[in-house]
């Protein structure tokens, strides 16, 4: 495993720091705290850039004392990141990947390594719909930025501002939809395989 420069690594550490410190401030379950691993930084990542990323700068926001740090570094760091896509053109079209990306900052794929949890930055572009999908690991959102429709299991897509927290058990379908802004949210995955594509139910 390849070792991060100095300044690289302390990018990565902050950004997981902040993170826990949003996951902990929102009172999350706290099965998704116990697990986390040292906030230290091991592996090296390549900075990937996608143009989901145009959209970053209508989420930085600083009227949130819990969630505007995090949000304004990832903003700030993105460049540096490696951004990831889990489908391709002929899963979801070709349009879908232009407004959909996210990054990992801790778990098997990311700066901080860890196999019992996986935690990054989702970010999804405007008037988007991400379709009905399920995976094993259980997860928790907080939404950081923006405004977008969710849909839990058999609910209704109902409006979740910037600062809630949506549970998905293992294998529960979900959705989100944007509309004219588009949504940065905190993901965990705790369970199941940490790098499994997802099943999507419904398409686009």
Known sequence: MAELNGAAAAGSERLARLALDVLMAMAVPERFLNDWPLLKATRRVTAQQLPVLAWLDELTDGSSPILAPLLNQISRAAPKLEWRQTYKAEDLGPEFLTRYGWT???????PIASTTIACGIL??????????HAHEAEEVYVCLGGTAAWMRGNEPFTSKP?????????????AMRTSSTPLMALYVWRGGDLTAKATIIAPS
């Open 162 to 174: 910037a600062g809630t927290v949506i549970y998905h058990p293992s294998w529960m379908p979900h």
């Open 104 to 110: 990992e900052l801790i778990g098997q794929r990311g």
């Open 123 to 132: 970010l999804l572009g405007p008037e988007l719909l991400y379709p009905a």
